[in-house]
């Protein structure tokens, strides 16, 4: 029997378009930083071009691009780096605004540079339907001096899609720095200068591309004050230091392209999938879903089944379909998730959640065989 990976929003595989994009540049000699030789000059070709391929993709300007290790570096360069400039620039500030829809890649630094410059570290609501409450948080910009608001595009575990443009629209209103965690935003256009963001964080292997490759965009990578997290080496104009993995730039450049040619019809189809998913397992089973059903990653389900154990489900169907409880940094961890609390979810129902997400590769038969196998699973631990 097959085995049907659902679990996209953790991983996709890479493309093929971009391993071969990649291949010869595994072999191929030279540093992009040797600049004394042809090899290094052909190095650094390959990063030009890319860095102008995802500018024009991400509507920012190359300088403004800054490469890392994957999103989680990212969020944390931008946190640490970014909020003692926001403090500079507004020294009477003293909270930040950040909510549970968030990555632990971002609110584990929050933490951290809030207890660091003794900030104020406030949660705005989250709605019934899984996105910031933008009333709370129009209370919470006026009755507190804030400095600095972190905030997904795209959940990873519920998928919902944020009111991304009302929220800058609120920051510039009340002199706020906007970070935007966009790594799950893939299918959504991302435009830093049309958004008006301050920071925003990329992942190519939530694209189809290669894993350890993130980017840090940032109209503060010049200002005096942003300080590296890695030093010594002074590449990347000093911003981060250590050699240029090209091929995985390579890759994420190419990756990047080919979701900006196809995201719409893409979309449509994953949509298709998901929903296709959604409506066999309703024909057998109780399903709730969790988070907007239509303003969400389009094959993003985070759901529930009535009276099923979602860590019993998921290990009786071992190993023939994969899919998660959430984030992959959760593991199998039972605990109570503080946006299933913040959206008004009880322990109950949320110990029956989890996370499906149909991907590029998926196809019709492998929904029908989920479909299948997920039903008779799930009717026979109802029945034990």
Same mark, same amino acid.
């Given at each position: 029997?097959?085995? /049907?990976?659902? +679990?996209?929003?953790?991983?996709?595989?890479?493309?093929?378009?971009?391993?071969?994009?990649?291949?010869?540049?595994?072999?191929?000699?030279?540093?992009?930083?040797?600049?004394?030789?042809?090899?290094?000059?052909?190095?650094?070709?390959?990063?030009?071009?890319?860095?102008?391929?995802?500018?024009?993709?991400?509507?920012?300007?190359?300088?403004?691009?800054?490469?890392?290790?994957?999103?989680?570096?990212?969020?944390?360069?931008?946190?640490?780096?970014?909020?003692?400039?926001?403090?500079?620039?507004?020294?009477?500030?003293?909270?930040?605004?950040?909510?549970?829809?968030?990555?632990?890649?971002?609110?584990?630094?929050?933490?951290?540079?809030?207890? &660091?410059?003794?900030?104020?570290?406030?949660?705005?609501?989250?709605?019934?339907?899984? &996105?910031?409450?933008?009333?709370?948080?129009?209370?919470?910009?006026?009755?507190?001096?804030?400095?600095?608001?972190?905030?997904?595009?795209?959940?990873?575990?519920?998928?919902?899609?944020?009111? /991304?443009?009302?929220?800058?629209?609120?920051?510039?209103?009340?002199?706020?720095?906007?970070?935007?965690?966009?790594?799950?935003?893939?299918?959504?256009?991302?435009?830093?200068?049309?958004?008006?963001?301050?920071?925003?964080?990329?992942?190519?292997?939530?694209?189809?591309?290669?894993?350890?490759?993130?980017?840090?965009?940032?109209?503060?990578?010049?200002?005096?004050?942003?300080?590296?997290?890695?030093?010594?080496?002074?590449?990347?104009?000093?911003?981060?230091?250590?050699?240029?993995?090209?091929?995985?730039?390579?890759?994420?450049?190419?990756?990047?392209?080919?979701?900006?040619?196809?995201?719409?019809?893409?979309?449509?189809?994953?949509?298709?999938?998901?929903?296709?998913?959604?409506?066999?397992?309703?024909?057998?089973?109780?399903?709730?879903?969790?988070?907007?059903? +239509?303003?969400?990653?389009?094959?993003?389900?985070?759901?529930?089944?009535?009276?099923?154990?979602?860590?019993?489900?998921?290990?009786?169907?071992?190993?023939? /379909?994969?899919?998660?409880?959430?984030?992959?940094?959760?593991?199998?961890?039972?605990?109570?998730?503080?946006?299933?609390?913040?959206?008004?979810?009880?322990?109950?129902?949320?110990?029956?959640?989890?996370?499906?997400?149909?991907?590029?590769? &998926?196809?019709?038969?492998?929904?029908?065989?989920?479909?299948?196998?997920?039903?008779?699973?799930?009717?026979?631990?109802?029945?034990?």
């Amino acid at each position: 029997m097959k085995n /049907i990976y659902l +679990d996209y929003n953790s991983h996709t595989p890479c493309d093929i378009l971009v391993i071969n994009a990649m291949y010869d540049v595994w072999s191929q000699p030279g540093n992009p930083h040797s600049d004394g030789h042809s090899f290094g000059w052909s190095k650094q070709t390959l990063v030009s071009n890319s860095l102008a391929t995802l500018a024009d993709i991400y509507d920012c300007f190359e300088e403004e691009l800054l490469f890392t290790s994957g999103a989680t570096e990212a969020n944390n360069l931008a946190i640490y780096s970014g909020i003692p400039i926001a403090k500079k620039m507004d020294l009477q500030a003293d909270t930040i605004l950040t909510s549970h829809l968030e990555h632990k890649s971002v609110l584990k630094p929050l933490e951290i540079a809030a207890s &660091t410059y003794g900030l104020k570290l406030l949660y705005m609501d989250i709605t019934s339907e899984g &996105t910031i409450d933008l009333k709370d948080m129009h209370n919470k910009l006026e009755q507190n001096n804030v400095l600095w608001i972190s905030c997904s595009m795209t959940n990873g575990v519920i998928g919902t899609n944020q009111p /991304i443009y009302q929220i800058a629209e609120l920051c510039q209103r009340y002199n706020a720095i906007l970070h935007v965690d966009a790594s799950q935003a893939g299918y959504l256009d991302i435009a830093c200068h049309d958004l008006d963001v301050d920071f925003l964080t990329l992942s190519a292997h939530k694209i189809y591309g290669p894993s350890g490759i993130g980017l840090l965009y940032s109209k503060h990578l010049q200002h005096p004050d942003f300080a590296p997290m890695i030093s010594g080496g002074g590449q990347q104009d000093g911003l981060r230091a250590g050699t240029l993995p090209v091929p995985l730039i390579v890759g994420f450049a190419e990756a990047a392209r080919v979701l900006d040619d196809s995201k719409e019809s893409e979309a449509m189809t994953l949509k298709q999938l998901s929903d296709a998913l959604l409506n066999g397992l309703r024909k057998s089973l109780t399903v709730k879903v969790f988070g907007d059903l +239509d303003n969400r990653h389009p094959g993003n389900l985070y759901l529930a089944i009535e009276g099923v154990d979602s860590i019993q489900l998921l290990n009786n169907l071992q190993p023939h /379909i994969a899919f998660s409880l959430g984030s992959a940094c959760d593991g199998l961890n039972r605990e109570y998730l503080p946006i299933m609390k913040a959206m008004g979810i009880s322990k109950e129902i949320a110990e029956c959640a989890f996370r499906i997400c149909v991907g590029r590769m &998926t196809t019709s038969e492998d929904i029908n065989m989920a479909i299948e196998l997920i039903s008779d699973k799930a009717r026979r631990i109802q029945s034990s």
